[in-house]
Structures are given as structure tokens and as C-alpha cells.
């Protein structure tokens, strides 16, 4: 039985077996039931135990469903194995040089002499210093930069902005009888306020992102160095190689065979000689290679930091010239909101007192012609001054009438009027927020 089958067999099994058990205790109070699903879980453990192990090793597979091997890797999927990604050493060779750089590289390797130790020590000490210098300068930058100071300048931008018309408003009887005029003046004096505190961080933010612009420059000067850097050490790498080759298989070959038909200690300390000096060379080498690593890695990390720069620039551009101006627009429109606020305010009182002027015209045309009948009345007077008096009369209260409701349907229609304007304003608002 191989492990896909132990699988699928202690599944059903382990699972049969609780089912069996727990309807044979609990729904047919059954003990033969019970024992019959206890020793089909028992009967899983054991197909676990015996069967559910790695084809390659032989060794237990765990619990779960691996896709490898947890001790010698073999794959176990259904699946073909993906294949892992290979990745291909970069070789150093001459195919990284122009035509006059290889040339430069030929004549400067028959410039090296191996036997020179002060020459071995100091080859490609100059281009090693200036990586370690340019590494010093890039590590110096990034202590001094405060970013943070950056962000709590942003932070407490976007506070100023949102604090604004946050002003407490006094409720109860003082908040009923506080004057309109009195908070267009609070709007304004609070504006003033923030407009003050937002130009002292809008400078702070022009300096930040005057010094980033700077930074960005320089990162591109450092760039450019570290490229020639890493072009240096490739060449000193590239003549020392070819250098230490041509030792190697001309002139220390010739010591070995010199040494070995000789046979002398002079000719042997010869040869020993010659190849400690190679070896020392060749470490020489490859510490320049190492060094030439570091240079390739400053060069993404070079681009990093400068990335980082570039972002926190486009940020705060975007709050000078997007952020603050919108804000200030946003400033115009409630100012403007109170404005009319005010005179909708203004136009309401003269409403309620025209229609208060009427009320009292016609409660004193009530009473003077109910004073007028009176007089009327005590005294002989002729039909068509009772009928005219009537007509009158009459014509009065259609007048009233009239009058009534042309108000009541002017009201109606400003009230249609206001809601129209209202919703026009709020929909402008969410299209300047959108």
C-alpha cells in the first residue's frame, strides 16, 4: 500500500469510525457499536503508522498532507515538481569592457609585477577607498536626513486643516441668542488663525523639499561616481587576473621545472616563493571583488534612497499646490454660505412681518365695518347704501382671501425654491470633495 492509498484508507477509517462510535453510543445506546467504531480509529492510527510513509526514505510523513518530504525532500504531489528557477553567475570577463578599456587593461597588466610586495599591498587601494568613502558619504546623508520631521509637518497640516469649523457652539438659551454677524466674525477671526499657522508649515515644507531637490541632484553625482568606482575595480580585477595567469603558467611553471631537475633548496625556495606571492596576489584579488560587490549594491541602494526623496517631494508638492488652495476655496464658499445664510434670514423676518401687516389690516377692516353695520343700523338708510355697503363688504373679504392665499402658495413655492438651492449647494459640495 503506498501513501496516497494509507491516506485515503486512514480518512475513512478515522472518520467512519467516530461516526460508527458516536451513533451506536448516543442513538442506539449500543456498546457493540461503540467498540466496532473505537477499533476503526485504532485501525486508522495503525494504517498511519505502518503505511504512511515517504516512498523514497521510508521515513513517517507526519500529520497532514506534505507536498515534500520532510526529511530527505522528495516531492509527493499529484502534480509534476515545478521546477526551480536557476539563476545564472554573472561571469567577469572582458565582454563588460569597451575596445579601449580592454586595451588599457592589456597594457596595465604587464605593468604588475607579483614580486613587488609594496605594489601588491596598494594595488586598487585607491578605488577601494573611494567605494569605502562614497559608502561613508551616502551613510552620513541618510543619519542626517530626518524624514519623521517631514511627516509631522504633513501630520500637522492636514490637523490645521481638519480643526477648522470645529468651534464650540454654545447650546441652550446663549446658543439661541447668539447673533448671526457675531459668528461670521468668530469664521473669520478662526481662519485667520489657521491661514497663519498653515503658511508657517507651508514654508517649512518649501525648505524640506528645497533640501530633498538637493538630495536628489546628489544622489545622481553619486550615482555616476560609484558607476566609475565599480568600472575601476572591474579593470584592476580583470589585469590582476590576467596578470596572475600568465605568472602562474609561464614563469612559475618555469621555477617548478627548474626545481625539480635541480633539485636544489635555492631553486625550491624559488618556486615557493613565487607561489606564496601569487596566492597573496590572488586574495589581493579577491578582496577587490569583494569591494566591487559593495559598489554594485550601492548602486539600487543609491537609487532607493533617491526614490524615497523623489515621493516625499511629490508629496509635498501636491499640499502646496492641490491641498492648501482647495482648502482656501472650500474657506471662500463658507463665508459665502454665511452670507446668504444671513440674508435668507433677513428675508424671512420681512416675510413674517408682511404677513403680520396683513393679519392687523384685516382684523381693522373687521372692525371697522362691524363698527360701520352698527352705525348703520341705528339709523334709517337707504337699500343701495345697505347694498353697496354689502358689496363692499364682500368684496373686502374676497380680497382677503386672495390675498391669503397668493401668501400661502408664495410660500409653498420659496419653500420648493430653498430645497432646490440646498440640494444644488450640496451636490456642488460632494463634487468639489469628489
Known sequence: MNYKKARAWQDILLFGGAFVAGVGVWGFDSTFLGLLGLAMVLLSILVWWLYYRCPQCHESLGRGNPKHCPHCGAWLGDEPEPEEKKIEPVEMDEKLLTDEEKKAVEEFSHKIDVRDTNMILQYGAAAQKNVAGFSESALNNVRSKDLGEIGQDLSRLVVELKGFGDSDEKKGLMGLFKKAGNRLESMKAQYSKVEANVEKISQSLEQHQITLLKDVAMFDQMYELNLKYYKELTMYILAGKKRLEEVRSGELEELRKKAEQSGTAEDAQAYNDLVNLCNRFEKKIHDLE???????????????????????????????????????????????????????????????????????????????????????????????????????????LDEVARIQQEGAAKRREAEAQLGRIEGELKQKLLELRG
Open 290 to 396: 569583494l569591494t566591487r560587490m559593495v559598489s554594485v549594491q550601492m548602486g539600487p541602494q543609491t537609487r532607493l534612497l533617491q526614490n524615497n526623496d523623489t515621493l516625499m517631494i511629490e508629496k509635498i508638492q501636491s499640499s502646496l499646490v492641490n491641498t492648501i488652495p482647495l482648502w482656501k476655496s472650500q474657506m471662500v464658499l463658507a463665508l459665502g454660505l454665511e452670507h446668504s445664510r444671513q440674508a435668507t434670514a433677513a428675508q424671512s423676518a420681512v416675510t413674517e412681518m408682511t404677513n403680520e401687516l396683513l393679519k392687523k389690516n384685516a382684523d381693522t377692516l373687521k372692525m371697522g365695518t362691524i363698527a360701520t353695520a352698527k352705525e348703520a343700523e341705528r339709523s334709517i338708510v337707504d337699500i343701495e347704501t345697505l347694498q353697496h355697503t354689502n358689496q363692499q363688504l364682500i368684496e373686502s
